[in-house]
């Protein structure tokens, strides 16, 4: 056990854990009504900007409308609408859509081999990490430790990320888990970006964990 925990914090999953919530899924199915516009009623949004969050783990939602709600990832879209969320209000959300399934995508055929390549391998010659390292063969993450799921996101939202984090952008000097994926991306081409995504958006339907 000792040594379970010791190497729990060499990975630095420990300081890294978002705290657990206790979301209410009924509650937080009747207050999504106010994100349908958007996320689309089961959180399947339509708009390929605006991410899909079914399925998401609830512990990544709780922390990203914290983050929001404060400010400290700005979502110009949601500041009106995140400013009326209680901390049970966040929790709910989070359990509600952590419920919901992620409806089925597909990737593009012409990107599937190079997207596969950096998902599994990553860039040897650029240090770009293997993205499976973290967020699992299939995509799914990892909660404890932080990893959200990228399966069957829309690929131009995940494109959209992964370019601002190689721009440098995260959620504050303090947050370690946003810093990680400025690293991951530092190096990425457009090309690697632009293949990764479409074939995470396809990872949908390519099995078990
Ligand atoms: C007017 C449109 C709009 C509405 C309404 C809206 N959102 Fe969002 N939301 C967005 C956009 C756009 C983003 C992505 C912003 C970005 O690219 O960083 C986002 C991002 C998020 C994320 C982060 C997802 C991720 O994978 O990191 C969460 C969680 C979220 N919204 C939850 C909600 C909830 C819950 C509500 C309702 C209380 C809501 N949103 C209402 C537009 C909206
Ligand atoms: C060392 C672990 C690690 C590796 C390797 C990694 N990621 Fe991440 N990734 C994270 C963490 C942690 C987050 C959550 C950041 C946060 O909560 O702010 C994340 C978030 C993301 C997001 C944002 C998801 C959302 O819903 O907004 C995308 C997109 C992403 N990663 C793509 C990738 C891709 C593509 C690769 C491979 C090139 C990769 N990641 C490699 C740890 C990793």
Redesign the pocket.
């Known amino acids: 056990m000792k040594l379970l925990i010791k190497s729990a914090l060499l990975l630095g999953l420990f300081a890294a854990t978002p705290a657990l919530s206790d979301g209410d899924i009924a509650s937080g199915a009747e207050?999504a009504s106010?994100?349908a516009?958007?996320?689309g009623i089961d959180g399947n949004s339509a708009v390929s900007?605006?991410?899909k969050?079914a399925g998401?783990h609830e512990a990544y939602?709780a922390r990203?409308?914290r983050l929001?709600k404060s400010n400290a990832r700005p979502?110009a879209?949601?500041t009106g609408?995140?400013a009326m969320?209680s901390e049970q209000d966040m929790d709910n959300?989070a359990a509600y859509y952590a419920s919901q399934e992620a409806a089925p995508a597909v990737a593009d055929p012409a990107l599937v081999s190079l997207g596969e390549k950096i998902y599994r391998a990553g860039n040897a010659e650029t240090g770009v990490p293997a993205c499976m390292a973290c967020h699992g063969p299939a995509g799914k993450g990892n909660p404890l430790s932080g990893y959200?799921v990228l399966a069957g996101q829309h690929a131009d939202?995940t494109a959209?990320?992964l370019t601002r984090y190689r721009a440098g952008e995260n959620w504050g000097e303090e947050d370690a888990l946003s810093k990680i994926m400025n690293g991951v991306a530092e190096e990425m081409t457009d090309e690697e970006i632009a293949a990764v995504s479409s074939y995470v958006q396809g990872l949908y339907s390519s099995g078990t964990e």
């Open positions: 207050k106010m994100c516009a958007c996320h900007v605006w991410p969050l998401q939602l990203h409308l929001i979502v879209q949601m609408i995140s969320l959300l959200p939202y959209s990320m």
